[in-house]
């Protein structure tokens, strides 16, 4: 049995890979050359595509904690510019470039062989069941090319937890700014990049505050209560939790998965791939 803690160093090791796709300027400039209007279209297109051309409300439903204005600027105008096969093609050669720069090469042949094949083994082996982004991402099959592939793995992983996460929000009655809100009480980011990236109102942060205070989860000052320091654990630990299920089969190979990608991680990290404080929640690892 894969234990929690192992699924949250892995997403920690991973989620640089994969989130250089945010930061670096390859994507982005790979997107405007297809004709996506600006970052958030590219953003946002890039990461529903493998759903297909779904609608505004899919994509808030599944993405979560986005403003809805965000989203519609998006969607559906980026589907008539370009279609969601052009942009996932797009997606992984500006993805598989950004990350052998990052890396200062392309991942070695054992990197890719345990990275991105031994993990989408296991991936590919997990319940999809209420987790519709990695399904969708799963679905893609694994590119030919080594980096795309390796990037392609990190993305499946970590699309399952992001799925596990907004359910444990869900399931505790945390909606998209309440959950800025408890991620600005933390620690782990700050509320000019959260609700800047997001796209909240000031008096929509307020009601999220209003209405964490009124259960007890932070003070008049946004931090955390007690009772708030407890449910953000508890949200935490299902995560870290239903995460660990997606590498059930995965076994003894957990720890090989590891070893080849947290020099990845440290060789990312240093050349820049994820800014902090960041939008993800995403604080840097203590053993970087």
């Known amino acids: ?81 370009a279609a969601p096969e052009e942009i996932i093609t797009t997606r992984f050669r500006a993805a598989s470039e950004a990350l052998n720069r990052l890396l200062g090469g392309p991942p070695s042949s054992g990197e890719v062989e345990v990275v991105g094949d031994l993990l989408l083994d296991a991936l590919e082996r997990a319940d999809p069941v209420g987790r519709p982004l990695f399904a969708a991402h799963l679905a893609l099959g694994r ?3 080594p980096t795309a592939r390796v990037w392609h793995a990190a993305t499946v992983f970590r699309e399952h937890r992001g799925d596990g996460h907004v359910a444990a929000l869900t399931a505790e009655g945390v909606n998209g ?37 009124r259960r007890r989860l932070v003070n008049e000052d946004e931090s955390l209560t007690q009772h708030g320091q407890d449910l953000v654990v508890h949200i935490e630990a299902v995560t870290d939790r239903r995460s660990a299920e997606a590498l059930e089969s995965l076994g003894d190979g957990a720890d090989a998965v590891l070893s080849a990608v947290e020099p990845m991680a440290r060789r990312a990290l240093a050349a820049g791939a994820v800014p902090f404080p960041n939008p993800m929640g995403y604080a840097h690892p203590a053993w970087v």
């Not at 600005?184 to 009601?207: F, I, K, M």
């Open 1 to 81: 049995m894969i234990a929690p803690a192992t699924a949250r160093r892995l997403w920690e090791s991973l989620e640089p890979l994969h989130a250089s796709v945010y930061f670096a300027p390859e994507p982005a400039d790979a997107f405007a050359a297809l004709g996506l209007k600006g970052f958030w279209m590219g953003y946002v297109a890039s990461r529903a595509a493998p759903m297909g051309p779904v609608t505004p409300a899919v994509v808030e439903a599944t993405f979560a904690g986005f403003h809805p204005s965000l989203i519609r600027r998006a969607l559906p105008d980026a589907w008539n510019l």
């Open 143 to 145: 590119p030919e090319d």
């Open 177 to 213: 700014p309440a959950s800025h809100v408890l991620a600005v009480g933390r620690g782990v980011t700050n509320r000019p990049t959260q609700q800047g990236a997001r796209r909240w109102s000031d008096e929509e942060w307020a009601d999220a505050v209003d209405g964490l205070r």
